[in-house]
């Protein structure tokens, strides 16, 4: 049975990684409070009802899409676009295209920053692969407006970074609900990871700190994870209710 990602793809080894699942995360949970469509996100009353766990779940379901075989991983992106045909019907508007691309292009994006940060730099053609899974996806999903390389997707992102967010009270809640559901330590490494992360024009709009005192202690963490200590390192920064999630996150093995 053919594989929606090919079992070499450096798309495996990213999205495999619990800890570089963990930095996509962070750096869409800063995304998604700015998209001007954050109102959609806010209809059903979920996310501000679990804010960490919507977008968890979201996270999580392209994790199980990269690691599906073809014919499951059709099905899965059939069930997103259901699940979102479904809230359209109960809200009665059309979610805007302009909002399902940006979803798609942050992953894109922060699923390049997270592994090297973590890891090392990535190839030119590596980044082209990710780009390519991920504008599959986008196919499946019937989007219009789709860059047809990754030279266009880095000039249409930039576009959608300068044109599509935007500092709301929408905004201003979810990070309040981030903070009520982390407490102040976690979101203090919060907002320091979405610092190390985030593109230029995301900074300012958050507040995000100038000064990352995280920055040193990557390279502390690189060490832990060369010791297998990583593990023992999430289970102690994440809320409890994640631990079991955030193990099974860690997916990769070389060749599956």
Request: positive net charge; glycine residues 6%; proline residues 5%.
């Amino acid at each position: 049975m053919n594989d929606f990602v090919d079992k070499n793809s450096i798309v495996r080894e990213i999205w495999g990684r619990g800890d570089t699942v963990l930095l996509i995360f962070a750096g869409a949970s800063a995304e998604f409070a700015l998209n001007k469509a954050v109102d959609w996100l806010y209809f059903t009353g979920r996310l501000p009802a679990d804010p960490l766990g919507r977008l968890f779940s979201t996270v999580t379901y392209a994790q199980k899409i990269v690691f599906s075989s073809r014919e499951r991983a059709l099905d899965s992106i059939d069930s997103i676009v259901s699940i979102h045909r479904g809230v359209e019907s109960l809200r009665g508007a059309s979610i805007p295209g302009g909002a399902y691309l940006d979803v798609l292009f942050l992953l894109i994006d922060y699923s390049i920053r997270s592994f090297e940060l973590l890891q090392r730099r990535l190839t030119r053609e590596e980044k082209t692969e990710i780009f390519a899974v991920f504008n599959r996806l986008g196919t499946r999903m019937g989007l219009a407006g789709l860059p047809a390389c990754y030279a266009d997707w880095q000039q249409m992102r930039e576009q959608h970074l300068r044109e599509n967010l935007v500092m709301s009270p929408f905004s201003t809640d979810l990070y309040k609900q981030y903070r009520k559901h982390l407490g102040p330590f976690r979101y203090w490494l919060l907002l320091q990871g979405q610092a190390l992360l985030v593109p230029a024009a995301v900074r300012p709009l958050l507040s995000l700190p100038s000064v990352v005192m995280l920055r040193p202690v990557i390279q502390l963490y690189k060490i832990i994870q060369w010791l297998r200590l990583d593990g023992w390192v999430r289970r102690v920064l994440l809320p409890k209710k994640f631990r079991p999630s955030v193990t099974a996150l860690d997916l990769h093995q070389p060749g599956s």
